[in-house]
C-alpha cells in the first residue's frame, strides 16, 4: 500500500467509510511504515482539532435583522407586482361596455368561440403535459401531429413533443416558469422531449428538453429544492441546480458554459460537475474543462 | 478501530442535530403558510433556521456572512411555493445557502475553482499569517478557517457541510449537485490541504 493510500484510508476511517479488510490493510501499514507514521499521527491529531470545532452563536439581532428586511423588501416588491398587474385589469374594464353595447348575442357568441377553442386545445395537449409560457420574440412550433404554427404572443402553451425554432435574426426567449426562461439563439432547434404539470403545486416539475442544433441559454433565477429542468445533446444531458448557464450545440460537439450555480453533467459511464466560471468541451472522445473568459449577459425571465 | 468511527459518527450526528431542527410535519407546514405570505410563520423559520446557516456563511465567509444569511432566506421567502416537500426543509435552505454563497463570491469578483485548478503555492501566505504564529497567540480555530478559506469552494463546502455541520454524503450529494464519490474525493483533499497547512499545530 502506497503511503497516500493509507492517509486517504485513513480519512476515510474517521467517517466509518472502511471496511474491516481494509482497516486491516490501514493497521499493517501504520505498523511497518515509518515514513508516514508521522503524518498518520497528525491526521489524527487534526481530525481531534476538527472535532473540537465550536459552533458559533448568531450575532445578536441577526434575526430580527433577517425579518424586518426580508418582510419590508418583499412587501416592496408585491406592491411593485400590483402596479405591472393592473394593464390587464383596464383591459377586462375596457371590454365591459363593448359587451354591453353589443348585447346579448354577441356575448352568448364570444363565450362560444373561447369554450370551443379551449377545449380543442385541451383535445390536443394533455394538461399534465401542457404549460402555458410566456414568449418574447417569434418561434416555429411544430406539434407531435406535424402541424406547424408560428408564435409571436405572449401567453402559450407548450407540450411534450413539440418543436421550437426561432424565427429570423434575433433570439426568442421562453419563459417556462417565473423563475425559468430559455433564451434559443437564431438557428437553434429544441425538442420538448418530456414535460409535466403537477396540478397541486401548479408549477412545471419536469421539463426535459433536447437540443437538436446551436445555443440554448437556460436561466434559471431561482433555486429550487429540485430543479426541474434538463437538457440533453447528442453527447451528454446537463442538469443544473439553481443556476444560469448555456449550452451550444453542434454535430460533433457540445459546450457548456455556467455563469452562476452548477450543472451536473451526465455522460455514459461518467457524471460530473462544473460549477460557475467554468466550461466543458464534450466530444465524442474527449472532456475538455476550461474556465470562463468573458461573462454572457444576464436576462431575466419575464414576470 | 470501530470504536471511534462510531463515536464519530455519534458526534455527527448530535452536531448535526444541534444544529438542524428536525424536519417534519410542522417543518411543512411552517413552509405552507410561509408560501401564503404569513409573517409569523416566517419569523420560526427564521428562528428554527438562522443558527445552521450562519454557521455555513461564516465558515465560508465570515466578513459576508450576515449578508449571506440575509439573502438565503429573503430568497426562501420570495420561493417558498417551490418547496415541494421531497426534500428535508433543512436541505433546501443549504442548498439555497451554498447558491448565494458561490454567486456572492463570483460576484465578488475572485472566481470560484474547480477541482485541479489550485495549486500548492496558493498555500502560501504572509510570515504574520502563517499557522504557528496564530498558535502562538492562541488562535488555532481562525488558523482553520483561514486554511479553509484558502481552499478551492468546492472542497471548501463539502469539509464545513461535513466535518463542521454534519451532513451525510447523501444529503451533501442532495445539497451540492454532486455524486457521493465527487463528495468523499473532495473531503478527502480538502483535508489534506488542511493537514498541510495546520502541520506546525499538529505536533
Known sequence: MECSEALDL???SFDAQITPAQAALLNGHRRTCFACAGTLAKAQRFQDLIRRVPQLTVPRGLEARVIERVLHKSANSFSQQMKVIRPAFSWRTALRPAL?????????LAVFFIAHSMLSNTFHRPTDQTVVATVQGSLQDVAPNKQTSEIDSTDTPLSTGEV????????????ITPHLALIMSSGSEVQVGKLHYDQSSGLAD???????????RINEILHRDVSPVQVATRQATFVPTGTTFSVDAKTDATDLAVTAGSVAVHMPGRVFSVIA??????TATDVVRNVLLGKHPKVNPLP | MFGLPLAVTILGAIRSYHLEPVSNNLDVELMTKVANGDG???AELVKRYTRMLYNVAYRYNASSAEDLVQETFLR???HARTFSGRSKVSSWLYRICVNVCLTHQTRAGSPTMDIDDVNEAELLVREDERPEVMAQRGETFRALEDGLRALPSQQRMVFILRELQGL??????????????AARTNLCRAKRRLQLWLDPLLV
Do not use: C, K, W
Open chain 1, 206 to 216: 419536469v421539463i426535459f428538453l433536447n437540443l437538436r442544433r446551436g445555443t440554448l
Open chain 2, 76 to 78: 426562501a421567502y420570495q
Open chain 2, 40 to 42: 409569523e410563520a416566517f
Open chain 1, 277 to 282: 466560471g467554468h466550461g466543458v468541451h464534450i
Open chain 1, 100 to 108: 354591453a353595447s353589443g348585447g346579448v348575442l354577441a356575448a352568448a
Open chain 1, 164 to 175: 421550437l425554432r426561432p424565427i429570423g435574426a434575433l433570439p426568442a426567449i421562453v419563459s
Open chain 1, 10 to 12: 485513513l480519512y476515510e
Open chain 2, 168 to 181: 451525510s454524503y447523501g444529503e451533501i450529494s442532495d445539497v451540492l449537485g454532486m455524486n457521493e464519490q
